[in-house]
C-alpha cells in the first residue's frame, strides 16, 4: 500500500496486481525444487548404493551429453520455438566424424567435423524457421527423419567401431576420477549463463522469447536471433556427439534413442525452462538434465522396469509443464 | 426514468497489497445512460469486471431490478441480462461473425448447430447496428472497427437488461460512433440500462444523462451531466492537481528538411506517397481508421515491405537516399500498442529502456552489458521523463500507461533519433497523462526533432501538430497548415476538399 500512495494514482489497481503475483509466484518458483529435493532424498534412501562416488561419477558422466542438449534447447525454447532433432542431429555428427576417422582422418579435425556437422544442421533448421517462417515442430521434426535416416542409410546400419585410441582417450580423460568432459560441460553451462544473462545477444533471446514484434520494432534484429538459437542448439547436438562417441568409443544411427527428445525436453522443462517462451535459463537445465539421468540411474538401480520409467518420467514432464502453466497465469 | 434497474452497494474489492475499490455505491436506472469516469487505476474495470462476474468482490450487495442477484461468473451475468461489451475483443479469427457471437450459446436442433437461425438472429443484430456484412464472413477479414460493432452486437443479442461498454468508440469511425450513438438511444428508449465506461468525455457529453465519478477505489463526484462541466470532471478524474490547459503550448516552427519520402507505394495499401518533414516540426498525420496512417509509418521503417519509393534522411548535412531496413538508425517508432508492440511487459522497467541500445552498452570485444551503464542510462530518461516507479526493476506491467509510454520514449532517446513516429501516442492514457505527453512531443521538437504523430483523436493531434498530412484511402489528399480548425481537418479526412 505504502507504494501505491507514493507512486500515482495511476497505478494503484496495477500496484494490487503485482503483489499477487510474485507471492503466487514465489510459491510456483519454489514448488518445482521442493519436488527435485522430495524426488532425491527418495531415491537416496531407497536406493542402494545411491551416494557412492563410484555412482555420482557415473551419472555425472552419464548426464554431460543430455545436459549439454538441454543448453541448445534452452536457447530454442527461450526464443520460443522448439528443437526436436536435437538427439538426431548428434546421431548423424556422430556417425559423420567417425566415419571420417576411420577413413583415416584426424581425430581433432574429426570433433571440429562433428561439431560442424551439427552446427550446420542447425542452421538449417533455424534457417527454415526464422526466414521461411515455418512452423518448429514440423520442421525440426523432419529433420530429425532425415538426420537419422541419413545416419542410417551412411552407416548401414551398423556401428563404427574401432574408433582412433587418441579420441578415445582424450574424452575419456579423467582428473583423478572426473572425466574432463564432465568437467567442460560444467564450465560451458556456466559461460553460456552469464551469456544469456547479460550479454546483449543474451537480452535480445530473451526480448524474442518475451514479445518478438516489440523486440523487432526495438531494432533487435529477431530472424538473425531466432536462426541463432537453433544454430547454436545445433553446435551443442555437435559437441555431444563428440562426448558420446568418445564414451561409446563407437557411433551408430541408434545414438539418436528412441526417447532421448523426451529426455532433452524435459530436462529443460524441469529446469525451470519455459515451452512458452522468455523464460529459463542454461543452468537450470543442465541440473535438470542431471535430475533426469538420476531418475533413470535410480529406476535402473531399483530394477524398474524402463517402460515403467518411461511413464513415470511422461508424468513427470506433464507435472512440470502444468506448474509452468500456472506460472505464466 | 423510473424504476432503478441496477443497484450496488458497498462493493469492496482489494487485491493483495490494494483496496482497489473502497466500498463503492451505484445506482442506475433503467432507461439511462450512465458514464463511470476516472482515470487509469481508478477502480472503474474492477467494479464492472464485478458486475459482468469477471470478479467476486470481497464483500457488498447487487441488486437488479431491486432483486438481490449472485453474479459468480460472466455466465451469471449473462442470465441476469447483463451484457458486457469488452474493449479488448477476444475474437477467434477463422470463424465467422455468427459463429463469434454465438460462440457459448449455440442454437441447436438435434444436437446439431442450427445455423439458420445463427445466422438469422446474428444479421439481425447487426442490422440493428446498421451493418450489412454476411454473417458468414470470417472475422479475420473485418476491420478493427468492425469487429468491435460483432462484439457490440453479441453485446444486444441476449437482449439484455443491463449493457455494459467499455471504451466501445476507442476503434470506431467517426460514422460508425454516430450509429453506436443510435444504438444507445434506441436502447435507453426499451428501458435498457447503459453503462459507459470511456475516457472520451466529449463521448460523456453526447451520450450519457448522470455520471460517476471515480478515483482511488471511490466516488468521487457525479451527477447529471447537465449540471457537470468538462474542467469539473477533469477535476475530479485527478484530483487535486492543477489542471493545465488542454491545449498545451505547441512547437515552433520549422527548421530544416529532415525527412523526404518520394512515390513510395506497397500495393493495395498505399499510394505513391510524397512528404517532407522538418527538424523542430510536428507534423500531424491525420486520416480516417483504415486511410493508412499506421501502414505509413510502418512501411517507412521497414516493418512492412514496401513496392516502390525513395526514402531520404538527412545524415551529417546531407540528404541520404536510405533503405527501409536501416531507418530505425535514425527514426524512433512508438507503436499504437504498446502492450503487444512496444513493451516486454514481465522484464524490469531498466531492461525495457536499454532494449534499443543494448549494443551501446557493451564494453569493446566484452559481450557482457555493462550494468552500471545500463542502470545510469534508465536512471536518466526515468528522471528526465518523470517516470513514476517504484524502482528500476520494477515490471513495467505493473505500471499506469502513461508511464508505460514514457518507457518507450525514453528506449527511443538514447539513440538521439533525428526522427521521431509516434502512432497514437496518447491512447488510452487518462488526461493527466496525455497531458505529460503532450509535453514531451513539444519538449522534442523544440530540441530539434522532426516528429510525425498519427492520432485518431482530433483534439490531440490539433494539441500538438503545427503542420497536417492528410491521409485517405491510402495516398496524401492533402495539408493543412497547423491553424486548421476542426471542421477543416474533419472534412479533409472524409475526403471532401
Known sequence: MSTAQKSDTHSIAEGGRRGRVITRDRILAILPIAILLVVLVILGISTPNFMTTRNIVNVLEQSSALALLAVGMTAVLVGGGIDLSLPANLALAGVVGALFMRGGGNPFVAALIMIASGTLVGAVNGYSVAYFRMIPFVVTLAVQFIAVGAATWLTESVSIANLPMSFVNTVQFRLSRMPVHVLMVAFLTLVFYVLFRYSFFGRWLYAVGINARAARISGVPAQRVIFGTYAFAGMTAGLAAVITVGRLMSASALMAGENAVLDVISSAVVGGVSIYGGVGNPLGAALGALLITLISNSMNMLRVSYYLTLVLKGVFIIVFIWLNSLRRK | ?497
Not at chain 2, 8 to 36: C, H, R, T
Not at chain 2, 50 to 67: A, F, K, M, N, T
Not at chain 2, 160 to 184: G, M, Q
Open chain 2, 1 to 497: 426514468m423510473s424504476a432503478v434497474g441496477l443497484r450496488m452497494v458497498n462493493i469492496q474489492k482489494s487485491f493483495p497489497g490494494i483496496q482497489a475499490l473502497k466500498g463503492v455505491d451505484l445506482e442506475a436506472y433503467a432507461g439511462e445512460a450512465l458514464a463511470v469516469i476516472g482515470a487509469n487505476g481508478a477502480g472503474k474495470s474492477t467494479l464492472m469486471n464485478v458486475l459482468g462476474g469477471v470478479l467476486r468482490p470481497d464483500s457488498g450487495e447487487i441488486y437488479i431490478h431491486d432483486e438481490p442477484a449472485e453474479i459468480h461468473s460472466p455466465l451469471d451475468a449473462a442470465r441476469y441480462g447483463i451484457a458486457f461489451v469488452h474493449q479488448e475483443m477476444a475474437m477467434l479469427p477463422t470463424l465467422t461473425i455468427a459463429e463469434n457471437m454465438f460462440i457459448s450459446t449455440f442454437p441447436t436442433q438435434a444436437g446439431l448447430i442450427d445455423y439458420r437461425t445463427t445466422n438469422e438472429q446474428s444479421a439481425q443484430a447487426l442490422a440493428r447496428l446498421g451493418c450489412d456484412f454476411p454473417p458468414g464472413t470470417r472475422v479475420s477479414h473485418l476491420s478493427p472497427g468492425d469487429r468491435q460493432i460483432v462484439e457490440i452486437a453479441r453485446g444486444l443479442l441476449i437482449h439484455p437488461k443491463i449493457i455494459i461498454f467499455d471504451e466501445p468508440t476507442s476503434s470506431l469511425t467517426r460514422r460508425e460512433k454516430a450509429r453506436l450513438f443510435d444504438v444507445i438511444a434506441g436502447l435507453k428508449t426499451e428501458g435498457v440500462t447503459v453503462i459507459y465506461i470511456t475516457h472520451f468525455l466529449d463521448e460523456v457529453f453526447s451520450v450519457c444523462e448522470r455520471a460517476y465519478v471515480l478515483r482511488n477505489g471511490e466516488t468521487v463526484g457525479g451527477g447529471m451531466i447537465k449540471d457537470l462541466t468538462y474542467q469539473g470532471i477533469v477535476q475530479m478524474m485527478i484530483g487535486a492537481k492543477e489542471v493545465t490547459s488542454y491545449f498545451g503550448q505547441k512547437a515552433d516552427q520549422a527548421g530544416e528538411l529532415a525527412l523526404k519520402v518520394e512515390g513510395l507505394t506497397r500495393s493495395g495499401v498505399l499510394q505513391d506517397i510524397g512528404f517532407e518533414l522538418h527538424k523542430g516540426e510536428v507534423l500531424g498525420l491525420w486520416g480516417l481508421l483504415g486511410s493508412g496512417r499506421t501502414e505509413l509509418l510502418r512501411a517507412i521503417i521497414g516493418l512492412d515491405p514496401i513496392d516502390n519509393g525513395k526514402i531520404m534522411v538527412r545524415d551529417h548535412g546531407n540528404l541520404k537516399p536510405i533503405q527501409p531496413k536501416d531507418a530505425m538508425n535514425w527514426i524512433g517508432m512508438l507503436t499504437e500498442n504498446r502492450r503487444d508492440e512496444g513493451l516486454l511487459l514481465p522484464m524490469s522497467v531498466k531492461s525495457n529502456i536499454s532494449l534499443a541500445n543494448l549494443r551501446g552498452l557493451v564494453t569493446n570485444f566484452w559481450p557482457l552489458v555493462n550494468a552500471g551503464l545500463e542502470t545510469t542510462l534508465a536512471e536518466k530518461f526515468v528522471n528526465r521523463l518523470a517516470i513514476k516507479t517504484s524502482g528500476l526493476n520494477q515490471p513495467v506491467a505493473t505500471l499506469s500507461g502513461g508511464n508505460q509510454q514514457k518507457v518507450v520514449v525514453g528506449r527511443w532517446l538514447e539513440r538521439n533519433p533525428t526522427i521521431f513516429f509516434m502512432d497514437e501516442p496518447m491512447r488510452g492514457l487518462d488526461v493527466g497523462a496525455k497531458a505529460e505527453i503532450r509535453t514531451i512531443i513539444t519538449e522534442l521538437a523544440q530540441s530539434g526533432t522532426a516528429v510525425l504523430v498519427v492520432s485518431s483523436e482530433i483534439e490531440e493531434i490539433m494539441s500538438v501538430s503545427n503542420r497536417y498530412l492528410v491521409m485517405h484511402r491510402g495516398r496524401i489528399t492533402g495539408e493543412l497548415p497547423g491553424t486548421a480548425d476542426k471542421d477543416e481537418l474533419v472534412a479533409a479526412a472524409a475526403g471532401n476538399r
